[in-house]
Antibody, heavy 119, light 109 residues
Framework: QVHLVESGGGLVRPGGSLRLSCTASGFSFSDYYMAWVRQIPGRGLEWVLYISMSATTTYYADSVKGRFTVSRDNAKKSLFLEMKNLRSDDTAVYYC?????????????WGQGTRVTVS | DMVLTQSPGTLSLSPGERATLSCRASQRLGSTSLAWYQQRPGQAPRLLIYDASRRATGIPDRFSGSASGTDFNLTISRLEPEDFAVYYCQQYCCSPLGTFGQGTTLEIK
């Protein structure tokens, strides 16, 4: 059974930094694209970052380019999101999501999310 | 840029009824690269449909997806109490990749 668990969220000042982690289990982590998707409270979903199986390819939403960095450790079945120069509009629940083997931008499993508040 | 517009914003129906949710793309997708998700209150989104009409693993067959040009529909044939939630469509063909619609709230009448 696929299981994704995010951690690292919290309250941070504008301009501050935060590192989110996602630990995966129940599937062959190194065989799948992974993503971070966020949801602003009471609003819709925004895909943020997407990383290929071997981390050779990454995609960033324009809203986070230059500030956020995604990485992964396949040996530890973990996905990371390094966030710098945080702004109030980065306040959201951040979900770790599992992609497919071919890089299609849809996500068949999601974690429960970790809340980031920039204030 | 590709924009997805979902309608209606809110749909009020009763259990047992049929629900049809719409997602319109601002351009032809050129493929069937569209997914549907369900999000219940306090929960993460759950993939229902991908490639416009393929049900994800474990999704009941009362959920179905269809496509016609730039119009995509999610149909729930007979509503169960647990189906009342917010539904999002997402396209994955065109720039900007991975964009979501704004959501449709399916509420109990």
């Amino acid at each position: 059974q696929v299981h994704l668990v995010e951690s690292g969220g919290g309250l941070v000042r504008p301009g501050g930094s935060l590192r989110l982690s996602c630990t995966a289990s129940g599937f062959s982590f190194s065989d799948y694209y992974m993503a971070w998707v966020r949801q602003i409270p009471g609003r819709g979903l925004e895909w943020v970052l997407y990383i290929s199986m071997s981390a050779t390819t990454t995609y960033y939403a324009d809203s986070v380019k230059g500030r956020f960095t995604v990485s992964r450790d396949n040996a530890k079945k973990s996905l990371f999101l390094e966030m710098k120069n945080l702004r109030s509009d980065d306040t959201a629940v951040y979900y770790c999501a599992k992609g497919d083997e071919w890089g299609n931008f849809y996500f068949d499993h999601w974690g429960q999310g970790t809340r980031v508040t920039v204030s | 840029d590709m924009v997805l517009t979902q309608s209606p914003g809110t749909l009020s129906l009763s259990p047992g009824e049929r629900a049809t949710l719409s997602c319109r793309a601002s351009q032809r997708l050129g493929s069937t690269s569209l997914a549907w998700y369900q999000q219940r209150p306090g929960q993460a989104p759950r993939l229902l449909i991908y490639d416009a009409s393929r049900r994800a693993t474990g999704i009941p067959d009362r959920f179905s997806g269809s496509a016609s040009g730039t119009d995509f529909n999610l149909t729930i044939s007979r509503l169960e109490p647990e189906d009342f939630a917010v539904y999002y469509c997402q396209q994955y063909c065109c720039s900007p990749l991975g964009t979501f619609g704004q959501g449709t709230t399916l509420e109990i009448k």
